[in-house]
DNA sequence: CCTAACTGGGTAAGCGCTTTCCCTCAGTGT
DNA sequence: ACACTGAGGGAAAGCGCTTACCCAGTTAGG
């Protein structure tokens, strides 16, 4: 065995096969040109005997082309950002490619700088989630150029406010179908736990959602904003149990922040659904199960992943493609039908 | 600017700035040697102007040393694994690593494979996490041991049974305290949902449990296997229902089954914690809002993460380094006391 | 039989960097 | 003045591959 740090080469494997370098990285690597069965044993063998492994950054750098993909989300212990990462994941895995995972913590600025490093990576393509903020990114739109010049993809989950290719959920539509439905159901006096107020998803749900219930001819819903997690819910929710009058029914605009909202009503002593109803968006797996189980806008999040490397694999179109992505109202426990108590 | 795929490369900003390209190298990307400010300057701009960004194949090639940390789990979609890989983001991110992720969905030959794939990429190091199995995986030993001889560092998370520095969790430890809880609010006829038949992790925590229940006086808990997934605590939970006799406490070895135990009780009309209590193992956040608030052992999974990657980044002992963690019992409402009704 | 067309091995030129090594030039000490 | 040193620029040798390109040996067609 050779000492650590000495990598086995292929002018190893050439050698002790007996064949030129040409000859070997054919054999082994595959190429237009055929070997000579016996050569080709030859050369099998001695890679086997060496435990050899192509150095990747060689052939990269040989043959102008990576197998590695990037993913930006959010935050991989969020399960929506996770579930999408788990079909790039498995996509990614069926088309022989390498998922690079950077996760942004929200900051903007990083989506900019892991942009940056795989484009370093000479990456193939770059998959971008999460949803984009009312302000414009410069710095992003000039690095997805770069990227782009560089010979990379790039593909978007959330809205269509990249030039890239983009998975567009329909967040507003969405959350509309919910109001609906949720009026149908005879609420009529709604909060809202908003999100944060520059967020775009945030923004089209809330709206979308206000849109429904004024539709129906309810009075336009209580809104408080916080952080779109689990904490931020949290004390949306205890801010808007404290300011709002009396409400039937909350809605969450992700599942994330309900998850708080649930926890804040059990602090206070509110009985869900029986005190007050709750609704999320995006469907998270492990919101399905609980009791009350929740009503929420349902995501196809793991499809999202794959279909996000599926466009990746497609030529690029002459102009940004985009992908409308529907959601489905799932209604559970957390909002049973109400008998109007007149 | 250049057509698509033609990256701007060093020599162009040589050129550009009017020197050599050793310059250039050493302006941008630092070294031992120094460089005339007013040339480092004259690079810079060059570099700026043409969007340089330096080929990281290259550079990995040229020093032989790359930033990339794979990180291989079983599930990314599982909260257990997603809250481990944001952690390791997080340090990564500090360290400036990148992270490539793997999923190998439960197949120890997708472990293999993805440790093939980070030798060939030559990364800096792999982090295997996830449950070992019984039977001893000789492939995956070879190529850990290829990996190493190529320079790699390898850490994993769960048991000692890899010969590689690990952050050994202490599950036999946990589950046994955890009972010892449970005995002791009142509970002694226990049932197991134990997990699949051959992962270690599911074998100590159903062992350590029965331990703790039998040295508390009780009878051994009745355990059917599954597994270690929501629907195969379901599945598992409602063979429990169906095949045990009179139980008051429930043990899923991982919270993602008993996830799913909740879900077969609520189907049952089995009211949680009134008829039956559930205990979890893990802690993962999205069951500690839910109501009943869901007892568990607490394991720091973000943590774990980051002392994975602080691991890779300390010099390789002589052998395996074993580091203890320890889970801490979280009693919640899922198991209130029991005033037993003698 | 002779030559044209293949087949398939080897040589060597890159791919885009880093890093020796060499060399010039300015600044020192005497 | 003069050898001596250190600072710093540039040429060029790799790093480990792939892939023209060249060429010898076969085969096939006439």
Redesign the pocket.
């Known amino acids: 065995m050779a000492q650590a740090g000495a990598?086995?080469?292929?002018?190893d494997v050439a050698r002790e096969a007996?064949?030129?370098?040409?000859?070997a990285?054919?054999a082994?690597?595959g190429?237009?040109?055929?070997?000579?069965p016996d050569?080709?044993e030859r050369v099998a063998a001695a890679a086997k005997l060496l435990d050899?492994?192509?150095?990747a950054q060689?052939?990269a750098?040989?043959?102008?082309a990576t197998t590695v993909v990037g993913l930006i989300v959010h935050d991989i212990a969020d399960p929506y950002f996770s579930a999408i990462a788990s079909g790039v994941s498995r996509a990614a895995d069926d088309a022989g490619l390498l998922v690079m995972l950077s996760a942004t913590l929200g900051r903007p600025e990083q989506e900019v700088r892991y942009l940056r490093a795989l484009r370093a990576q000479r990456g193939r393509a770059a998959i971008i989630v999460g949803s984009r903020r009312t302000e414009r990114d410069r710095a992003l739109d000039a690095e997805i150029a770069a990227f782009e010049q560089a010979g990379g993809r790039v593909v978007a989950i959330s809205q269509a406010r990249l030039p890239v290719d983009t998975l567009v959920i329909e967040n507003r539509a969405g959350a509309t179908a919910l109001a609906r439905e949720l009026t149908a159901l005879g609420y009529s006096r709604f909060g809202v736990l908003a999100g944060p107020a520059d967020l775009i998803t945030a923004q089209d749900r809330h709206r979308g959602f206000t849109q429904g219930v004024v539709a129906a001819g309810h009075p336009a819903p209580t809104a408080v904003h916080g952080d779109f997690t689990r904490d931020g819910g949290y004390r949306a929710m205890t801010e808007l149990l404290d300011s709002a009058g009396e409400l039937d029914c909350v809605f969450a605009v992700n599942d994330v922040m309900a998850m708080g909202a649930i926890a804040a009503c059990r602090d206070r002593g509110i009985r869900l659904p029986d005190d007050l109803a709750l609704a999320g968006f995006d469907d998270i797996a492990t919101l399905r199960d609980i009791s009350p189980s929740l009503t929420t806008v349902r995501l196809p999040l793991t499809e999202l992943g794959e279909q996000a490397m599926s466009l990746v694999a497609e030529a690029p179109a002459g102009s940004p493609r985009r992908r409308r992505v529907k959601g489905s109202v799932v209604v559970r426990d957390s909002t049973p039908p109400r008998h109007s108590q007149r």
Chains 1, 2 share one sequence.
């Open positions: 990598a086995v080469t292929l002018s007996g064949v030129s370098v040409a000859t990285s054919r082994l690597n190429s237009e040109r055929t070997v000579r050569l080709a050899y492994s192509a150095n060689a052939q750098m040989a043959k102008g």
